[in-house]
């Protein structure tokens, strides 16, 4: 659904089951998560960003969405990326697949 629609479905359940406390307090907590996500669109510049990203190999992003671990497939090379920005922190800087590294 989409935001409006959404809202409107959480508010008529607070004002047609007001005996379904449970439910009506689902309701408002949702009706409150909708409304902190409407002002962060309002706030927004409304773009969408895409950001390419090096081909990976099986890489692990961290647990907070921060960072992903990953290793360089040309080279072999380690290295973290921050996912906000894109910027990357190569860790090793001589690794080679000849060598078996």
Do not use: C
Request: no cysteine; proline share 3%; charged share 30%.
């Amino acid at each position: 659904m989409g935001l409006k629609q959404a809202r409107d479905a959480f508010q008529r359940v607070v004002e047609k089951y007001p005996e379904q406390t449970d439910a009506v307090a689902t309701a408002r907590e949702k009706l409150s998560v909708l409304g902190r996500a409407q002002t962060l669109i309002d706030k927004g510049d409304g773009e969408l960003r895409i950001r390419k990203v090096p081909e990976l190999s099986g890489g692990n992003i961290s647990p907070d969405g921060r960072w992903l671990t990953n290793m360089d497939n040309k080279t072999g090379d380690l290295f973290v990326m921050e996912v906000g920005t894109g910027s990357m922190r190569r860790l090793t800087n001589s690794a080679s697949w000849g060598k078996g590294d």
